[in-house]
């Protein structure tokens, strides 16, 4: 699928979005009905490390090679780039972890959700994709299973901290992170339980990175 056209199905999309970014360059991608201004922006998610896949089964081409990755980045929405490059499916790609780029999105949309631009360590695979497609590594790590379990209770459950059931799994995940050797993983966990413990809840899109494709 074509990146306008990808943008353009977004606005159809109701999304709650809150970004603290600065706009590196200004686009304009223009759909069968309308022309629809975009902005290249970065983010804070940048920061936190390469805690991403994308997930298999989703319509998205995974970008290969550094020079594609350069042309995601300087034409972002213009869509010209997208055309007769090389791809691979995410099913071939289940052990790369990407970052979080930059984040194309919509001026002025009354709704719609924003596109991510993400790239693994090495620049050779690159991908302009939603959040729904993502998903953070360590809820199949193993190791972390501590952590991750009471938050799918949560999940399954209400989604939110709003309930005493919640909380109570909320503290056990806090703890069992706390208990973890110390590392960036460590770090990742117990800051993404700290935005968790901010926002309340797992649906608000475009902050945690734990629970992105939830």
Not at 19 to 35: E, G, R
Not at 60 to 80: F, P, T
């Amino acid at each position: 699928m074509k990146l306008k056209r990808i943008i353009f199905s977004l606005l159809t999309a109701v999304s709650i979005v809150t970004f603290v970014s600065t706009s590196t360059k200004n686009v304009k991608a223009a759909t069968p009905d309308t022309n629809i201004r975009t902005e290249l922006k970065s983010t804070p998610l940048t920061k936190q490390g390469y805690v991403l896949q994308v997930k298999s089964g989703y319509d998205n081409k995974v970008y290969v090679g550094k020079e594609n990755y350069k042309r995601v980045l300087s034409l972002a929405a213009q869509d010209k780039f997208l055309n007769n490059v090389k791809t691979v499916k995410p099913s071939q790609i289940k052990n790369v972890k990407f970052r979080v780029e930059k984040v194309v999105d919509i001026v002025n949309r009354g709704a719609g959700a924003p596109l991510y631009i993400i790239s693994s360590k090495d620049k050779k695979y690159s991908c302009v994709t939603t959040q729904a497609s993502l998903r953070c590594i360590y809820w199949n790590d193993r190791s972390v299973q501590s952590v991750i379990n009471p938050l799918k209770k949560i999940y399954k459950g209400s989604g939110n901290l709003a309930t005493k059931k919640s909380r109570n799994y909320f503290n056990q995940s806090v703890k069992a992170a706390n208990n973890l050797p110390k590392s960036s993983k460590r770090t990742f966990l117990l800051n993404s339980l700290k935005q968790f413990k901010n926002d309340r809840s797992m649906s608000i899109e475009g902050t945690n990175l734990l629970f992105f494709g939830l």
